[in-house]
Nanobody
Framework: QVHLVESGGGLAQPGGSLRLSCAASGRTLSVYGMGWFRQAPGKEREFVAAISWNSSVRNYAVSVKGRFTISRDNAKNTVYLQINGLQPEDTAVYYC?????????????????WGQGTQVTVSS
């Protein structure tokens, strides 16, 4: 199976940047699609971004498009989420997930493995 661990979250000011990482163990991620989701207090888990197994397809939520960039390094078995122009509404726990179908999709129930999440807090 696949074990995912997110890192890189923390406290940032509005307009700042963070780079989140998701490291995998157990199996290579080379054939998995990968996604990032987030969940703020009192809200449903929300799709953020996804990337196909070969990076040929990338999808973003409207709320983050232009500010967030998803990428992957299959040789390192790691996916990333670069977050720029942070806003207070970006505050949430961010989760990475792996989809054995290999495509970058936005439905949470399409993903087979999930990390524990990393907290992103945006505040002045």
């Amino acid at each position: 199976q696949v074990h995912l661990v997110e890192s890189g979250g923390g406290l940032a000011q509005p307009g700042g940047s963070l780079r989140l990482s998701c490291a995998a163990s157990g199996r290579t991620l080379s054939v998995y699609g990968m996604g990032w989701f987030r969940q703020a207090p009192g809200k449903e888990r929300e799709f953020v971004a996804a990337i196909s197994w070969n990076s040929s397809v990338r999808n973003y939520a409207v709320s983050v498009k232009g500010r967030f960039t998803i990428s992957r390094d299959n040789a390192k078995n790691t996916v990333y989420l670069q977050i720029n122009g942070l806003q207070p509404e970006d505050t949430a726990v961010y989760y990475c997930a792996a989809d054995h179908g290999g495509l970058g999709v936005g439905r949470a129930d399409d993903y087979d493995y999930w990390g524990q999440g990393t907290q992103v807090t945006v505040s002045s």
